[in-house]
């Protein structure tokens, strides 16, 4: 995923610093809870019903229609963070997460993601360093061509379940518009 060289100065100068403390702070799916979709998934490690969802709005312009790709990922430079990427670009991808990408809308974790709710905050405004149990998270819309197009202000974003999917829900302003929506989302290995 190519990210706008605005994005990647606040977010160097933001995301320096930190620990690599992997506590295993993500949160499975409800055991029992499992129908048989989700266990074959589990067995064997991926998410058949992703990507999928809805974005509705738009920031600057930018429309997400379809979602043809959605992931989760560690940050490729920042050690503590994860990222949530819904493309309309399939080329975007756990295996090619640094492939060609669409419209796309990603959300910074300040720590491994967990079932709860996060409050939605500008990307100057998370930590420079893991945040475990603090659930923020800030979001950034570029266009094809890797250009910053709308930072977060405020919102929400629900995790609801999360084991091989990743399943939530979410509402954002951005300095330049709207995005709610659902999705499923991979989980990447």
């Known amino acids: 995923m190519r990210v706008g060289a605005a994005a990647v100065i606040l ?5 320096c610093g930190g ?30 019903e992703a990507p999928s969802g809805t974005v509705n ?18 940050h490729p430079t920042v050690a503590y963070a994860h990222l949530l990427v819904i493309d309309e670009d399939a080329a975007s991808s756990c295996s090619n997460p640094d492939g ?7 959300f910074i974790f300040c720590d491994e993601p967990e079932v709860a709710e996060y409050e939605v905050v500008p ?14 998270v800030g979001a950034l819309v570029e266009s094809g061509n890797g250009a910053d197009r709308g ?24 300095d330049h518009g709207n995005f709610d929506g659902d999705l499923v989302a991979e989980v990447c290995p």
């Open 11 to 15: 977010w160097l100068m933001v995301g």
């Open 19 to 48: 620990d690599d403390d992997d506590g295993g702070g993500g949160a499975d799916a409800a055991p029992g809870g499992a129908d048989a979709r989700e266990q074959a998934d589990a067995a064997s490690g991926s998410c058949a």
């Open 57 to 74: 709005g738009t920031v600057d312009a930018v429309m997400i229609d379809p979602i043809a790709a959605a992931y989760s990922r560690p």
């Open 100 to 106: 060609e990408t669409g419209e796309s809308l990603s």
């Open 123 to 136: 990307l100057e405004s998370l930590p420079t360093e893991a945040c475990p149990g603090q659930h923020m």
């Open 151 to 174: 930072l977060s202000e405020s919102g929400t974003l629900t995790i609801e379940s999360l084991d091989t999917c990743l399943v939530a829900s979410f509402a954002v302003g951005f």
